[in-house]
């Protein structure tokens, strides 16, 4: 029930290197809220949105099957 948001392949090796991501590289995350990022199907991480704050939260990281 999370919102849910494709990322590009250069965003999922970001995220596989702990690069906390800007709110600006997740096109249409909420302001403030847990969401997942996916990758051709695959759950690549959750992240937090938190109001007033810029980047995302990384709170956990997917990696298994995800070919980035």
Same mark, same amino acid.
């Given at each position: ?7 590009? *392949?250069?965003t ?27 990758? *051709?199907?695959?759950?690549? *991480? ?23």
């Open positions: 029930g999370l919102p849910t948001f494709e990322v590009d *392949a250069r999922v090796r970001r995220v596989a290197n702990g690069v906390q991501l800007g709110r600006n590289e997740v096109k249409g995350s909420p302001s403030e809220g847990i969401v997942q990022l996916v990758h *051709a199907g695959h759950l690549v *991480a959750l992240v937090e949105a938190q109001r007033g704050i810029p980047e995302l939260r990384t709170l956990r990281v997917f990696l298994e099957g995800v070919a980035g």
